[in-house]
């Protein structure tokens, strides 16, 4: 069965996780530190209910998205590790822990109302068309593939 913040109990799942990080908790590969990762999170989930816009992609890359999307939905694969991202959702400064952590729940709690009321923004920068179950998939895969960097 596909994990989606559609479903209850795979959103539950990931607030548990998200509780179980510390400040201490050790990244398993990239550059981000726990609380780095928890605001990059809380951006993408933003990028979902138009908060955070990413910008205008180049028609080649977005071809490349769209197929990584296709990839993921039909394989139901993860998100390979280290892979590029938007600017606007990369972190270099430092971020305060529970902050971050306050502030990811909040986003989660937001985009979740959105889907339930299927309010998201209809096309992804770089993955097209989206449909509510694939942000609910995606933004599903992206949080796991996070909370298992660092362990949980």
């Not at 799942?13 to 990762?37: D, F, N, P, V």
């Not at 977005?62 to 993921?72: D, F, P, T």
């Not at 590790?81 to 270099?92: A, E, F, H, I």
């Not at 992804?124 to 933004?139: D, N, R, V």
Request: a positive charge.
């Amino acid at each position: 069965m596909r994990r989606s913040l559609e479903r209850p109990a795979d959103l539950a799942e990931i607030i548990q996780r998200i509780y179980q990080l510390t400040e201490h908790s050790s990244k398993r590969w990239g550059r981000m530190s726990c609380a780095q990762m928890m605001v990059h999170c809380k951006r993408i989930l933003e990028v979902g209910t138009g908060k955070t816009v990413l910008p205008e992609t180049p028609a080649i890359i977005r071809v490349l998205g769209i197929c990584a999307k296709k990839e993921i939905l039909f394989f139901n694969n993860g998100i390979p590790r280290n892979m590029p991202t938007y600017g606007v959702v990369k972190l270099k400064e430092s971020c305060n822990f529970e902050e971050s952590r306050a502030d990811l729940l909040i986003a989660l709690e937001e985009f979740v109302k959105a889907l339930k009321r299927d309010e998201l923004i209809p096309k992804h920068a770089l993955f097209g068309e989206m449909s509510k179950q694939h942000w609910g998939f995606l933004q599903y895969k992206h949080l796991n593939h996070h909370l298992k960097q660092f362990g949980v």
